[in-house]
């Protein structure tokens, strides 16, 4: 069985390993669908997910999927864009691997407390 495209999050910060990966396929499929920057702004398909495309994914969350715009492209973003446009990003092999963020908490903030 094919590894899946996409890891269970991708977020800012997520970068792929190369020129293929589901970061710059997420790019591609924002662009493909029409969906811009808050700032209606064109996404640059560059594999590194900034403020640009956490940008277009909130555009996409709220406008169009009508799930909580937080940027992240997770699975209520995932199963959202299959039960609005039929896309199942799941089901696509992974041509690419890709460094995922994980956003910490403060650590230094935590240990004040």
Do not use: H, W
């Not at 293929?20 to 064109?42: I, M």
């Not at 299959?82 to 963020?101: E, H, K, L, Q, W």
Request: charged share 25%.
């Amino acid at each position: 069985m094919a590894k899946p495209l996409y890891p269970e999050y991708l977020n800012e910060g997520s970068i792929d390993a190369g020129t293929q990966g589901p970061v710059r396929f997420l790019q591609q499929l924002l662009c493909s669908l029409g969906v811009k920057t808050e700032d209606d702004r064109d996404i640059i398909i560059d594999g590194v997910y900034g403020e640009g495309t956490a940008s277009a994914v909130r555009m996409l969350q709220n406008d169009t999927l009508e799930v909580d715009p937080d940027g992240n492209f997770g699975p209520a973003t995932r199963e959202a864009l299959y039960r609005v446009t039929s896309i199942d990003v799941n089901t696509i092999p992974a041509v690419g691997d890709c460094t995922v963020s994980v956003k910490m908490p403060d650590v230094e903030a935590l240990q004040r407390y």
